[in-house]
């Protein structure tokens, strides 16, 4: 297993990437093989300093690195030799097992759907986020941004992906799928959850639970919380900011501290054909660490085969 | 001034709705005079026990209640004698200046686009919410759910009535509009929010401010901060579920105390003729109370014909 990261990518890249390289091959009893793609003058004395077993990894040289600001699929086509293209030339070259980058997230998401490709019928990858509840499970939030303006058969096939995701990542058998709307009945809504709930409703493939609503996105409702990237991503950034307040208001409290999206890594991309995780960009060694066992364990439960079982069977 | 409330919506109608009024005939100063619309059978022993003044007060006696999931066009058509229906006859044919009521909220909103009738120009009467931030002040968050889909004029239309409403009713001088959105940058956003921006640009009528984002909700980065109903909805129901975590969880904190909505009243409906305020079902009296006051202050700063002067003008 040969896992790819971007070394360049986020706010304290690259010596945060380093340490929490160094604390997955120490705690990690069998850890995959990580190549490090980035500056290798800036790498070659990091990856010393901490001490890196030299079995464990392979520098690639990058010479060019994609800001955060910059266009991502102008970026993307214009910087051949960055962090982010390289990575996805190698994955999709078959060179490594997956891609892991805290860097321009509008361009992990252009090099997801243009080099690696979504999963045959899916028509709209996602990418999810993790929401801890009171009673010490978690819940799993999509889409939390790829797609601002979805259809109901998009958020019908996120239900799916958000299953798939629970099952075998979290470990939730038989995933409560709960579509979010403004009201509890069905007929209540949008237009787009309207008609979204029927497809929910017909779908064998999931376990469906009806309407959720904002008051039930903290509460064990549902597993699988559905809705569009526009309102997902408002509730994926108010929740991190929360974690924020917390920590200013000078609280002490295990389940706020459970907002720290530190504790879960990254955001893979569902619905593509290999493992891609996007990290944020203020992530520190503890998310980076994180991001590597996430991807470890997408790769050792084929959940992207499982994906792709489940689409070709519809 | 008189103000018509319905003594029989919600859960604790109508013994904390009496309550709420004694309040605030005890301690405002000059106080309106309040039309008690309910059953008179219930009501003459309850406004005896909290030994409400008779000059402040009349009974308008009512015989039917409006349940809280009744379909509300069907319900107010057919329930003539229910005391929403009452108390939006009363507003409509000038008996009393404002109409308060804690029960079906879809009935509230029928009874005021129909009865009441929205302000010439305003395409689409919203709702809205208060937000409290952690430096102390208010924000004001519209549409949270009169209306779930929108297009770009009517949350140009809503950013108008909350800059009327931050600005007369909160005591903010020229207050700030940010557009929510996932992005900062101009051009970001779904279609609807794209569609805004250069409307709320363009608009000299308002202070705008740019895209904020869910990590801003909670921040003071806009006074005035627009929405569709569906996003809002979400938005205020999560809020309100944060007041009942920091609860549970036994936290003492008076930045999260002041997320329970009682110290706000209710919600008033912004763009319709005449003030109505809508209140939450779980409303107590200190509720009832802040509702009152709201209004009288709604009555006071000539608010409505403010909105409506602004949208004469345009």
Do not use: W
Request: aromatic residues 8%.
């Amino acid at each position: 297993m040969n896992i790819a990261f971007d070394m360049m990518g986020g706010d304290y890249a690259p010596e945060e990437v380093v340490k929490g390289i160094r604390d997955y091959l120490a705690h990690q009893p069998s850890p995959a093989f990580v190549s490090l793609i980035g500056d290798i003058h800036i790498l070659e004395p990091l990856v010393a300093q901490y001490a890196l077993p030299a079995k464990a990894f392979k520098i690639i040289p990058s010479t060019q690195v994609i800001g955060m600001h910059e266009h991502p699929l102008k970026a993307l086509k214009e910087k051949k030799h960055s962090s982010i293209a390289i990575g996805f030339h190698l994955l999709a070259t078959g060179k490594v097992d997956a891609f892991i980058s805290a860097g321009n997230t509008g361009a992990m998401l252009v090099g997801s759907l243009y080099t690696i490709k979504p999963i045959e019928g899916i028509q709209r990858p996602t990418i999810a986020t993790i929401v801890p509840r009171e009673n010490g499970k978690t819940g799993l939030l999509l889409d939390v941004g790829a797609n601002a303006d979805c259809k109901a058969e998009h958020l019908n096939q996120f239900a799916v992906l958000g299953s798939l995701y629970a099952k075998h990542i979290l470990g939730i058998e038989n995933p409560r799928v709960g579509l979010i709307n403004i009201g509890e009945e069905e007929g209540k809504g949008n237009v787009l959850a309207q008609a979204t709930y029927p497809l929910l409703k017909a779908n064998p493939q999931i376990n469906f639970v009806g309407n959720i609503e904002g008051r039930d996105i903290f509460m064990d409702s549902a597993d699988v919380m559905v809705c569009e990237g526009f309102t997902g991503n408002i509730i994926l950034k108010l929740a991190e900011s929360l974690h924020e307040v917390i920590e200013r208001q000078k609280i002490k409290n295990e389940y706020f501290d459970r907002f720290n999206f530190e504790d879960y890594g990254g955001t893979p991309v569902l619905g593509v054909n290999k493992p891609v995780i996007i990290g944020h960009g203020i992530s520190h060694s503890k998310a980076y660490l994180n991001m590597l066992l996430l991807t470890q364990k997408m790769i050792e439960t084929r959940l992207l085969e499982k994906m792709s079982e489940s689409f070709r069977n519809v």
